[in-house]
């Protein structure tokens, strides 16, 4: 039977029709495959960003707040000595640093005037103690109201320290302080408040404090300048941090804890938990956490700027903890 040509056309666009349904459904069928599974995190085509952090551990413990100060290392007991008669000084019997008793010439005085001839004065000193101060040579003319010298009692030392009018409500007596020298770098001498001035200077604003040394150390002279750490406040048992952890956003505190999750198909990887925190005292790059932590997380100090809940991390370094017991520097 022969076909005609109007049903070769039929025909024709028949199949042209078939095969443009059968693509379109295979085309349909991956869209929808596609958008069912979908693509698993960390492939190519969705890469996942893993942030490079440096983590430390939050330790329960110690935290000690305080103040610095300058102060003078003086002798406690500084006296002058001062001749019994005007004259000129004859003979200088001392040095600076000889031991005397009590009684022992020190210098003597030659009260002769043109035409009349004295014994000399002998000028006494009046405490046991060391020599401090030599502030004539023979020859010098002197006078009763005019020291020859000081002698005081270097066993005895104290710190004087004069503090600005704003710290003085954390200041009393007793108060713990350490000392720094720089004669003898690196090393520390405990001392304590012993005197508390009742007044300000009204010039300078400041309060007289002395403090003396909880050990006294013969290598610790009189006229040296000392560097004063005094105690202020002293946290114990408490959560301590570095404070370089502490993210604040939008007026709230928190801190970035490493955890470990799992994805979908079994893969454990590190990330990270936001946890508000209350921070407390700050003491150097130390800070107190009065609420949040309980002490042995370990958490993000470096690298947590873009970090949010749930990113993932890879830590490059772990900085050591700190100590549970606070040592003075």
Same mark, same amino acid.
């Given at each position: ?112 005037? =043109?035409?009349?001839?004295? !014994?000399? $004065? *002998? #000028? ?5 103690? @060391?020599? /401090?101060?030599? +502030? ?53 001498? =405990?001392?304590?408040?012993? !005197?508390? $001035? *009742? #007044? ?5 604003? @400041?309060? /007289?404090?002395? +403090? ?118």
């Amino acid at each position: 039977m022969k076909m005609t040509l109007k049903q070769g056309r039929g025909i024709l666009m028949a199949g042209v029709l078939l095969t443009a349904i059968i693509l379109f459904a295979g085309c349909g069928n991956k869209k929808e495959s596609g958008e069912e599974g979908g693509q698993k995190p960390g492939t190519k085509e969705n890469p996942v960003t893993v942030f490079a952090v440096s983590t430390s551990t939050a330790v329960r413990g110690e935290l000690k707040d305080y103040l610095e100060f300058g102060g003078d290392v003086t002798a406690k007991t500084n006296i002058d000595i001062t001749p019994d008669t005007s004259g000129r000084v004859a003979e200088i019997r001392v040095r600076v640093g000889d031991r005397v008793s009590k009684n022992d010439i020190i210098a003597l005085v030659d009260p002769s005037r =043109p035409g009349m001839n004295f !014994e000399f $004065s *002998p #000028v006494k000193a009046p405490i046991d103690g @060391t020599i /401090t101060q030599v +502030l004539v040579v023979p020859g010098s003319m002197v006078a009763p109201q005019l020291s020859l010298a000081k002698v005081g009692r270097t066993d005895t030392l104290e710190i004087v320290m004069n503090v600005p009018e704003r710290f003085v409500s954390k200041i009393q007596l007793n108060q713990q302080a350490v000392l720094r020298l720089d004669a003898y770098p690196g090393e520390i001498f =405990p001392a304590r408040v012993t !005197e508390v $001035s *009742p #007044v300000l200077d009204t010039t300078s604003r @400041t309060m /007289t404090v002395k +403090l003396a040394l909880l050990s006294p150390d013969s290598r610790i002279k009189a006229g040296m300048f000392a560097r004063v750490k005094l105690i202020t406040d002293t946290r114990t048992n408490t959560i301590k941090i570095q404070d370089t952890a502490v993210v604040t956003r939008f007026g709230e505190s928190s801190v970035f804890i490493i955890t470990e999750m799992t994805d979908e198909d079994g893969t454990s990887y590190m990330a990270v938990r936001k946890q508000k925190v209350i921070p407390g005292i700050r003491v150097d790059d130390r800070m107190e956490i009065r609420s949040g932590l309980q002490g042995g997380e370990e958490i993000v100090v470096r690298g947590q700027t873009l970090l949010e809940d749930g990113s993932r991390v890879n830590i490059v370094s772990r900085v050591p903890g700190l100590p549970e017991q606070e040592s003075e520097k």
